[in-house]
């Protein structure tokens, strides 16, 4: 484990450069930051957290992940105690997500601040279709300024679908919103070297330097008993931005104005630093990771060298034959008129779609269509150019077309 202190992370940027300078992100406030001790939910605490979202919003990107719907449906259904079972807990989300909205809304809305619910299974990660929808559906949120307010979908979620917590959700939204930076509030102050309920000694890292066992092994069993996931899921979580080049900073979650202060960049909570990047952004590694492409697609030597030499999106147009049958949303190779795989992508189109669109500008889409799903038949942001590429001879210009 590192955990000394060191002047700069890898990206060659301090703690508090990348704390101040993010400008989107994921702030996951945890059912123990919302609830008092015996689990009531915690309306001071809610409304202050609401005032430091509404000035964070002011010059950042915001996307909240929260949970609070299970300890606000235990509430208003008068149980005595956060139900075990998975019925009871998709009860009383059911109960508690509106109860939770509703006062996002009611505190936040007077100040300007539009709130959108946002609601998740593990199911529309794992699928790309469903993943890339719920990512534009996101993005023109954030184009709306509007704010929004992901939680897992309790009352659909079995188990084999579930995130299992809210750390792990707030994980995934990292790469799902292309945040520079998630931030964790949670009940705890940190990461410390030892239990600092049974250790009087233990200390709080202020920085760690990568996740490996040794550091998993530090945050031992820290759950509140209120919540789902403990220090160990946290550390996972900020593992898993970790892979796509984004920090995580773990912070109190109880302490009022600690949003502000972490977003100035003092030294509180646990700061995770992200492992060094190589060349390829790993969001793109993550994307493509394990996944065999479903289908081709061949492009004409003007999108090769748009896609090659000026890091450009593919375009139908570009495009002169599809194949194989795929979904909107499946991993495709691209392939150069020698046949040569240059790229790997998820497409924007599925197969039949994408045969009628090939060789068209952007356009002629809706009318061939009657509706337009993308601009792109690949994104950029969904591309990731093969290593085979330096070793082609460069090709000859010709008119370009993607
Ligand atoms: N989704 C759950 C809720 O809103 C929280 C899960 C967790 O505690 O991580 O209550």
């Not at 101040?20 to 992100?25: G, L």
């Not at 008129?337 to 599925?350: P, W």
């Amino acid at each position: 484990m590192k955990t000394a202190k060191k002047k700069d992370s890898a990206a060659g940027k301090s703690r508090k450069d990348q704390l101040r300078s993010a400008r989107r992100i994921v702030v996951k406030i945890g059912t123990g930051v919302l609830t008092q001790s015996g689990g009531k939910f915690d309306r001071a605490r809610f409304e202050s957290l609401c005032d430091e979202l509404h000035r964070a919003a002011q010059t950042r990107e915001v996307v909240v992940v929260s949970s609070g719907a299970v300890a606000l449906g235990v509430e208003r259904l008068g149980l005595l105690a956060r139900p075990k079972d998975i019925r009871g807990k998709q009860a009383a989300a059911a109960v508690g997500q509106s109860r939770l909205m509703r006062l996002y809304d009611d505190v936040l809305g007077p100040k300007g601040v539009t709130v959108a619910q946002v609601l998740l299974t593990h199911a529309d990660i794992q699928s790309r279709t469903r993943y890339l929808n719920a990512r534009r559906a996101i993005a023109q949120l954030i184009e709306h300024r509007a704010l929004p307010i992901i939680n897992e979908n309790d009352t659909v979620s079995v188990e084999e679908l579930k995130f299992g917590d809210n750390d792990t959700l707030a994980g995934m939204a990292v790469d799902l919103v292309e945040a520079e930076l998630l931030i964790i509030l949670t009940d705890i102050d940190g990461l410390y070297t030892a239990d600092p309920r049974k250790d009087p000694k233990a200390t709080r890292i202020p920085e760690v330097f990568g996740i490996d066992p040794a550091t998993l092994g530090l945050a031992g069993d820290s759950s509140s008993g209120v919540g789902t996931g403990g220090m160990a899921t946290k550390l996972r979580a900020a593992s898993r931005a970790g892979e796509s080049g984004v920090p995580t900073l773990i912070a109190p979650g109880k302490q009022v104005g600690v949003l502000d202060a972490a977003l100035a960049g003092e030294p509180l909570g646990t700061f995770v630093h992200a492992p060094p990047q190589p060349e390829t952004g790993s969001r793109k590694r993550w994307l493509l990771r394990d996944l065999r492409p479903t289908g081709q697609l061949v492009i004409d030597d003007g999108a090769d060298r748009a896609l090659c030499e000026r890091g450009k999106s593919l375009l139908p147009s570009g495009i002169t034959e599809v194949r194989g049958t795929f979904e909107a949303g499946e991993p495709v190779e691209i392939l150069s008129t020698d046949a040569v795989a240059v790229a790997r992508g998820f497409s924007s189109y599925g197969s039949d779609e994408l045969r009628r669109i090939c060789g068209l500008k952007t356009a002629d889409i809706v009318e061939k269509l009657g509706y337009k799903l993308a601009d792109e038949a690949v994104h950029r942001d969904d591309l990731v150019l093969l290593e085979t590429l330096r070793k082609r001879p460069s090709k000859k210009s010709k008119g370009e077309s993607a």
